[in-house]
Structures are given as structure tokens and as C-alpha cells.
């Protein structure tokens, strides 16, 4: 079982090794477009000096919020801190003050590199 969206082809993968199997979508994600107009006006006013995202779903969902709420240029100042570079690379057309890759566990160590 799995979601809608891959990061890692696992199942060919195994189908490749001798594995009789057959993927089952289990959940598919449905991005949130709207967002209470208070909360956005806040968040524009305090933008937070670390993101972090923990998967593609994740990065195109903050992407989609940035874009629909026109504050592409409000994260210059803040850190990107991403699972992987898959998920990064959703997110390079925002500048961003730096952005880092993380391994599970790892995040709080990043904050030292700061």
C-alpha cells in the first residue's frame, strides 16, 4: 500500500528482484487552496526564519500556498530545510536564504549551521 505519489518506485523494484506483488493506493493527497485570510495576513507579517518540509506532497502543497497568496518574495530571509533533494528541488523558484538537506533524526543539528 501506498500513496498516490511516489518519491521511490519500490514496487517495480521489487517486481524486478523476483517479487509477485501488485500496489495498492491507499490515500491521495489533496493540497488545502484556501486558508483563513487572518492566518495568511499574520504570517506575511512574521515570516518564520526555518521551513521545514518532510516530503514532495508537503513541498508542493507550500508551493502552491506561496504562489496563491502572492508572497513568492516575503522568503528571502528564511531557511529552507528539506528531507530530500527531490522535495528541495520542488521548491528552488522561491528564494530562499539557504537551503538544507536533512536526514531523518538530523534537524535539530542543521540549527548549529545557522
Known amino acids: 500500500m501506498s500513496g498516490e505519489l511516489l518519491s521511490i518506485d519500490l514496487d517495480n523494484q521489487l517486481i524486478q528482484e523476483g517479487y509477485n506483488l501488485k ?8 493540497h488545502n487552496d ?11 507579517l512574521n515570516i518564520p526564519e526555518i521551513v521545514y ?3 514532495q506532497n508537503s513541498a508542493l502543497s507550500f508551493l502552491n500556498f506561496i504562489k496563491n497568496y502572492q508572497s513568492e518574495s ?3 530571509n528564511t531557511n529552507l530545510m528539506c528531507i530530500s533533494e527531490k522535495t528541495s528541488s520542488i521548491l ?3 528564494k530562499w536564504k539557504k537551503i538544507f538537506l536533512f536526514n531523518p533524526g538530523e534537524e535539530e543539528f ?5
Open 74 to 76: 516575503l522568503w528571502m
Open 34 to 44: 484556501i486558508f483563513d485570510d487572518k492566518f495568511v495576513e499574520k504570517l506575511k
Open 110 to 114: 542543521l540549527l548549529y549551521k545557522i
Open 92 to 94: 528552488n523558484e522561491i
Open 53 to 55: 518540509i518532510y516530503s
Open 23 to 30: 500496489r495498492v493506493i491507499n490515500y491521495r493527497t489533496k
